[in-house]
């Protein structure tokens, strides 16, 4: 037997205790072998373990650990020497494997240990970013609170639904107590309370504007934590058991229209602003956050625009009101002008002919009277009877034209006329009452001025002679010029003024005339008034002829239809006055084949009056017309032919025959044709003549186109007749304006 | 012998009857061109062209009753009717007779049968009306002048 290294057990009698120990070792042995299995099995569970290969290290130190045990069971009782060889090889290796295990740990520990302290930093992390998270959950969650309550004040223009509406959102929003809205009185020293959120009817409680808490709240535009024990949030009386809620106040700027100054855009300078209250839920323990206070803010403001636009729209509203109701007022007031308007001109209508009928018989009578035999009072008498109704025909002439005039229902009657013949009547119709008050009257026409021109002759006349006549009563003593001459077109820009703007044109020239007189003058105050309707500038006892005051109105009337422009100017009183007068006037046409003439005023000396043997061929087929144009041919001496029909025309028609008359509805164009082709040359034709009452211009156009040589109308006189057929003889065409 | 004082009177009633025409509208100015024509040459134009006119205007009349008669009244006939009696009367300046053609004639435009019927009274009266007047005239005419003749100038 080898001598074995045990040490053989002192008390062989120890059974129990070498059984206690067998038993020991072969669990230690168990444990040894069951530990790396375990170890293997969760390792592969957990497939992030980095350390595989220390595992390993571990495992094998326990195995053979755990061989070491067990093969130590063997060493207890007598062992052969391949059993010790094993328990020490086995001892051996576990050795070697043990202390590189050990060696190994000194590595691992330390890395183990980092490991679970940047797992507790993650896990700091992970928390701090939960909270992160919440934080951002809740700002977006109040960022939507903020839209929907942004939507619902702004869905509504009605500033009471805005108001409302805020109130109940935000309290839903943020769970509040209590909400409230103080808007400024309409003094601006009081806030009132204007609404609330729980109770419905809040009585017109009011706080003082200037109070320090208030002061505060509106100086800042963010929320303010006040206290609520502050008059705006005392809201209704409360035992002291239970601890308010914390409060907030917030300004609302009331904007008006005239806050929206573009300069300062970012600058909106209100004085109004309202405030908003919130408080918390008492006894909540809740405190005010900060994105809270923000969503208040925002609020605060949108409220503001709503409002804004409430309150635009609102006074847009009023303002439309206010004009539908001008509107219907207008329109009143025009309909009442109309019917005015129609009244009058239907009285004026009536009493022109109701006036004047009488008016005329008067005067007809008066002037028959006249002319019978009459005892000189009689005479008197009647001659006033005669003053009297002229003046008053005069007058109501004059009446009647202004209302025309007025209304713009009178039309001037264009037509030529000669010029130089209306300023010469003039002259003549005040030279006598002029030299009766012994004023030297002058007339100074322009060399340059037109002989004839178009426009309304009755008028001008009426005009000329007005301010003449106004000249000569209001002057006692000197002379009074009369001048006229046609403003060059250079010229035409030093007239004008505000309400006269001439424009120079190829078919009409300005004729100034100017009055100038050494009378009583007209001082500087009374020169507007002067075409101003009956107003009259001497008082009554010194006038010392009537006057009705109308006829200067009427003369610029007259002098604004010509397109004109009618002023006086004086230097003062007694030292006379000016009065001038501009009118547009045209030039007479001139047609390139036929030059229009005009029958003239009757000018018996200048006219060839013996027509004697001047054959003329009358053809009318109305037997009366016939007789009376023949009769009028025959007293002016000529030899008459007549015929009744075109054809009998035409066959008795021959060179002999000077005129041809004929009625216009008469084929005249046919024979007119006839005759030109049958006799050629002009010089030696017979004329032909159409006589017609038509005054329409189609008739004068034909007869120019199919070559007649003259239109006359009818009815004819003595000395028209004799007139036209002067001119007929002389230039061959006669052409009648119609 | 018959006085001055006879030939004055009946000048004055000639010449208060000739106004009487003028202004009650039966005559107008035409009628004086008439008178101007007359003088030695013509001694008897006027009376000669208004025997004209009666003869004339009783020839249309005719006509016009006729033509306004018939069933389907031809109113282009009717019309060129009253144009003539329109032409005659303002020739020798019966306005009242030429007033009331126009009037006639816009019935005819119309081609309002009623209407030209009530217008072709109205012309008829008008008509007779002047014609007594004028015939009147000439009377006081012949009147006068027989008194002028006889009448020795002193």
């Known amino acids: 037997m080898d001598p074995c290294n045990c040490i053989e057990p002192q008390w062989p009698a120890d059974e129990l205790l070498m059984k206690y120990q067998y038993i020991s070792d072969f669990f230690i042995a168990l444990a040894y072998f069951s530990i790396p299995l375990e170890l293997i099995y969760f390792v592969k569970k957990s497939a992030v373990f980095p350390y595989r290969w220390v595992l390993v290290q571990f495992g094998a130190f326990i195995v053979l650990c755990g061989a070491t045990h067990l ?414 001459f046609v403003i060059k077109s250079e010229s035409l820009r030093e007239y004008r003024n505000a309400e006269f703007f001439p424009v120079p044109s190829d078919g009409h020239f300005y004729l100034c005339v100017q009055v100038k007189d050494m009378g009583s003058g007209i001082s500087p105050q009374d020169i507007p008034k002067l075409f101003t309707k009956f107003t009259q500038t001497q008082p009554l006892a010194t006038r010392n002829s009537g006057g009705s005051g109308l006829g200067l109105a009427i003369c610029k009337r007259f002098v604004n239809l010509m397109d004109g422009h009618i002023w006086i100017e004086s230097e003062g009183l007694g030292k006379g006055c000016t009065a001038s007068f501009i009118v547009k006037l045209g030039f007479p046409e001139r047609h390139n084949e036929t030059k229009l003439l005009f029958v003239p005023k009757v000018q018996a000396n200048h006219v060839q009056t013996n027509f004697a043997g001047l054959k003329v061929l009358v053809l009318d087929d109305n037997g009366v017309s016939r007789s009376v144009t023949k009769g009028l041919l025959m007293h002016l001496g000529c030899n008459v032919t007549t015929v009744g029909s075109s054809d009998e025309c035409i066959r008795v028609v021959s060179q002999e025959h000077k005129v041809v008359f004929m009625d216009v509805s008469m084929d005249c164009y046919e024979v007119a044709s006839h005759i030109r082709e049958r006799f050629g040359k002009r010089h030696e034709r017979p004329l032909v003549v159409a006589l017609t009452g038509n005054t329409d211009k189609a008739t004068k156009e034909n007869c120019i186109r199919f070559g007649l040589d003259g239109v006359i109308l009818k009815p004819v006189s003595v000395d028209k007749m004799r007139n036209v057929l002067a001119e007929l003889l002389e230039h061959r065409v006669l052409f009648e304006a119609m | 012998m018959a006085g001055s004082g006879l030939v004055d009177q009946l000048k004055k009633q000639l010449e208060a009857f000739t106004a009487s025409l003028f202004s009650e509208g039966f005559l107008d100015d035409q009628f004086t061109q008439l008178q101007q024509l ?93 014609k007594n007047k004028l015939q009147t005239m000439f009377k006081l005419e012949q009147q006068l002048l027989a008194a002028q003749r006889t009448s020795f100038p002193m």
């Open chain 1, 71 to 484: 093969i130590n069971l063997w060493t207890f009782g007598m062992h052969s020497r391949t059993v010790a060889v094993v328990m020490t090889t086995a001892k051996a290796l576990t050795a070697a494997v043990s202390c590189a295990t050990a060696l190994m740990l000194v590595h691992i520990i330390p890395d183990l240990l980092s490991v679970k302290t940047r797992e507790l930093f993650l896990k700091n992390k992970a928390a701090e970013l939960d909270r992160e998270m919440g934080l951002i959950r809740t700002q977006e969650e109040t960022g939507r609170h903020v839209r929907m309550l942004t939507h619902e004040i702004r869905s509504t223009l009605d500033r009471h639904t805005i108001l409302k509406t805020t109130l109940v959102e935000l309290g839903r929003t943020l769970a509040l107590e209590e909400c409230a809205l103080w808007m400024p009185t309409r003094t601006g020293l009081e806030l009132q309370l204007s609404y609330t959120l729980r109770q419905h009817n809040p009585v017109g409680y009011t706080v003082p504007i200037h109070l320090p808490v208030i002061n505060q709240v509106f100086s800042s535009n963010r929320a303010v934590k006040i206290s609520p024990n502050s008059p705006v949030a005392r809201l209704r009386p409360f035992a002291g058991k239970y601890v308010p809620g914390e409060v907030v106040a917030v300004r609302v700027p009331l904007l008006h229209l005239s806050n929206f100054q573009i300069n300062d855009w970012p600058e909106l300078s209100t004085k109004r602003y309202a405030l908003m209250v919130l408080m918390l839920p008492s006894d909540s323990a809740r405190q005010w956050h900060v994105h809270e206070l923000e969503l208040v803010e925002v609020v605060a403001d949108q409220v503001a625009v709503a409002l804004s636009h409430a309150a635009i729209l609102e006074e847009s509203m009023r303002a439309r009101d206010l004009l539908m109701e001008q509107n219907v007022a207008l329109d009143l007031a025009r309909r009442e002008a109309e019917t005015a308007i129609r009244a009058r001109n239907d009285f004026l209508a009536v009493m022109n002919h109701e006036m004047r009928t009488p008016m005329h018989a008067i005067i007809a009578l008066s002037s028959l009277l006249q002319e019978t035999e009459l005892s000189p009072e009689q005479r008197l008498m009647v001659e006033m009877i005669l003053k009297s109704s002229n003046l008053l025909a005069t007058l109501i002439n004059d009446v009647l034209d202004l209302s025309r005039l007025e209304d713009g229902s009178l039309q001037l009657e264009k037509g030529t006329f000669n010029l130089h013949s209306v300023f010469k009547e003039v002259f003549n119709l005040i030279k006598p009452v002029a030299s009766v008050n012994k004023l030297l009257v002058t007339l100074n026409l322009a060399s340059d001025m037109p002989v004839y021109a178009v426009g309304d002759e009755k008028r001008l006349m009426q005009t000329i002679l007005n301010v003449s006549g106004n000249a000569i009563k209001f002057s006692k003593e000197g002379s009074i010029s009369i001048a006229a």
């Open chain 2, 38 to 130: 007359q003088d030695e040459s013509n001694p008897d134009f006027v009376v000669e062209v208004v025997s004209l006119f009666f003869e004339d205007s009783e020839r249309l009349l005719n006509e016009l009753a006729k033509a306004l008669d018939q069933q389907n009244a031809d109113f282009t006939k009717v019309d060129a009717h009253v144009h003539q009696l329109k032409g005659s009367s303002s020739s020798i300046g019966a306005q009242g007779v030429q007033r009331a053609c126009i009037a006639f004639r816009n019935c005819c435009e119309e081609k309002n049968i009623e209407g030209c019927l009530k217008c072709l009274q109205l012309v008829k009266q008008e008509y007779t009306l002047v």
